[in-house]
């Protein structure tokens, strides 16, 4: 069976829709592209690659596969406006990590604030990867820079961020006394600060004032 | 081979040489039925319709021709021989009336469906394989395409987490969480090391609860601690000998004293 | 883009002909068969793979490509009259002997079958390896434990097995129909095993003992 096209192409070649067809096939089956010289030494004798070929490019014109031009080869690809149909999405809902959350909250209630600063307030030193991650997430960007020795960026928290937490604005962040009456933070005072903590907007600068981003 | 499946024993002596044949091959044959089957081609009638008794009488002088030529055969071939001798002497004798058991003819009919079963399974095995297959005669895909699993994490986190975490950076060096906070328990080593230093004075009976330290008997959070560790304590120093315990009800008052008061 | 069509179908499943595109990529994408629940699961919102696939066999019939099912999934898999133009692709199956192609047409034919009834069948024991090969070939597998003494594993063929050989499903097996209306299927007991067959160990017959009780 597997002869006798070969028998027969030595008379006559095989008509072109049968050409088109081996041109299919053999595109599709091969692992890489082929050249139309392969094309013709694989097809039988007579055959015209390049005929079948065209031929084959129309009929799959418009459909979910093409036939394109790789280099010296050709081959079939799926439709790129199909792409999306070659994704399988599972969504995956992660917890912020802690260094993460403790940034952004920084940042949400001390804006517009320099990595430097994050650094001074959280007590250890902030990762690139964790700025980077809000930054990606879109939930911190890139303030003005500061107009101290170096210039330092600094960060504020976006329209996204406010978004997600159901926020109108940073302002509406509760402070520290809401904080502390919602059971948040230790009943005791913390010593030295005692009650005027909150208001105390006075002798530090706006690194340490309270939950009142600009 | 065999004109009229009759004449068995006339047929011996082809039988004889089909046999001989067969013993070269010996090897290439894949147990007993499987040379049963072959042999039965040599009847070349259909397989329902083979006579078994014949097909023994073939089996048999496959043997004994074996033996002769000193070969030997695989334990399975001769169990088969012995059956089918016993099948031949089932078939050729008149049926015994006080035998129970099947009869010749149902075994001879079961070993028939055997090789036609076995036969049909052969052609259908080269039926399959004639089949196209891929990779042979058909093929797939040359260049699949791998569908990209696409991980998308959503990271959470809500208002709550957020002010948590800055009320613990803000609070950072007082703030501990409650259960870390070890001011309300008393420990039994506590316990064991006040109780040891009293335990000298208490030559009567005394309430277990009279030896729980000062300042631990208002807040009930902290008594219930200093209870559990003296009376923690108190089993222990009773396991050492050193003092005795005694209750006088179920929920009475807990009393110790020293061992040899 | 990915999320786009996906979005617009929550409204409207897209047109048929776009349906049949789709599927027609993802088929091609794949070198293994694609279930019917995984297209509709990649597909949009609302569309119809059963009958996208339908109009995509009749739009392959004749091609040099076909659209096959493979039990519970669809495939495109070259024309078999074809075979010839793919000595390039074609791959040397490692050689099964005997012994396993018979063992495989067994399975297949038999199946669900326990390794008894196999040798029953054959009349010789089955080696180890030749189970072995068939189940790494991933042609066979193993079926649900009978429910008789000792509760033998069974082994049924796979829709690897089904892909390979072109069948739709185990029903389209050459020659099935005949073989069971010959009885030859048939789970036929050894005279004189009927009742007390368990207990049979008597030792000649115990070759010819069907090996299992029905």
Redesign the interface.
Same mark, same amino acid.
């Given at each position: 069976m597997a002869d006798d096209p070969q028998t027969e192409s030595l008379f006559e070649a095989p008509p072109l829709g049968e050409q088109e067809r081996m041109v299919e096939a053999i595109l599709f089956a091969s692992a890489e592209p082929v050249s139309v010289a392969e094309l013709n030494a694989r097809m039988p004798h007579g055959a015209d690659a390049n005929q079948a070929l065209s031929l084959l490019t129309k009929r799959y014109d418009g459909r979910g596969v093409h036939v394109v031009r790789v280099g010296e080869g050709w081959a079939l690809r799926t439709a790129p406006d199909l792409g999306f149909l070659m994704q399988k999405e599972t969504r995956e809902t992660r917890k912020l990590s802690r260094a993460a959350i403790e940034t952004l909250a920084i940042i949400a209630y001390h804006q517009p604030v320099t990595r430097a600063e994050i650094e001074e307030i959280r007590g250890v030193s902030v990762s690139r990867g964790t700025v980077d991650q809000l930054l990606e997430m879109e939930w911190i960007k890139f303030g003005r820079r500061r107009m101290t020795p170096g210039r330092p960026v600094t960060y504020v928290v976006t329209p996204g961020f406010l978004d997600h937490f159901g926020l109108e604005s940073a302002r509406d962040l509760p402070g520290l006394k809401e904080l502390r009456a919602a059971g948040l933070l230790d009943n005791r005072p913390p010593p030295g600060t005692g009650e005027d903590e909150d208001s105390d907007n006075d002798g530090q600068d706006d690194m340490f004032s309270e939950g009142e981003p600009q | 081979m065999a004109e009229d499946g009759t004449r068995i024993l006339e047929d011996t002596v082809a039988s004889r040489l089909a046999a001989e044949a067969l013993i070269v091959d010996v090897d290439g044959f894949? *147990?007993?039925?499987?040379l049963l089957l072959t042999l039965s081609r040599t009847q070349k009638v259909d397989l329902r319709k083979i006579s078994i008794l014949q097909l023994a009488e073939q089996y048999l002088v496959f043997v004994e021709k074996a033996k002769e030529l000193r070969i030997e055969l695989a334990a399975?071939y001769l169990?088969?021989a012995?059956?089918l001798a016993?099948l031949k002497s089932r078939l050729l004798l008149p049926p015994d009336p006080k035998d129970e +058991?099947?009869?010749g003819e &149902?075994?001879a009919?079961? #070993?028939a469906? $055997?090789l &036609? =079963? #076995?036969a049909?399974?052969? &052609?259908?095995?080269a039926?399959?394989?004639a089949?196209? $297959?891929? *990779? =042979?005669?058909?093929?797939?895909? +040359? @260049?699949?395409?791998?569908?990209? =699993? @696409?991980?998308? @994490?959503?990271?959470?986190?809500? #208002?709550m987490?957020?002010? $948590?975490?800055?009320?613990? @950076?803000?609070?950072?060096?007082?703030?501990?969480p409650y259960v870390m906070d070890r001011d309300s328990v008393y420990t039994m080593e506590q316990a064991l090391e006040r109780l040891r230093g009293l335990i000298g004075y208490a030559g009567e009976w005394t309430s277990l609860m009279s030896y729980l330290p000062e300042g631990w008997t208002d807040d009930p959070v902290k008594r219930r601690s200093a209870t559990a560790a003296t009376f923690a304590a108190s089993l222990e120093l009773a396991k050492a000998g050193k003092i005795t315990l005694r209750q006088s009800d179920t929920f009475a008052p807990i009393q110790i004293r020293t061992a040899d008061g």
């Open positions: - | 894949e *147990g007993p039925l499987d399975d169990v088969m012995a059956w016993f +058991g099947p009869s &149902e075994l009919a079961h #070993l469906f $055997q &036609e =079963r #076995l049909a399974m052969r &052609e259908a095995a039926k399959l394989m089949r196209d $297959q891929k *990779g =042979r005669d058909f093929f797939a895909r +040359g @260049i699949p395409e791998d569908v990209t =699993r @696409i991980r998308r @994490i959503t990271w959470s986190a809500n #208002l987490d957020l002010m $948590q975490a800055y009320a613990r @950076i803000r609070t950072k060096d007082e703030f501990r």
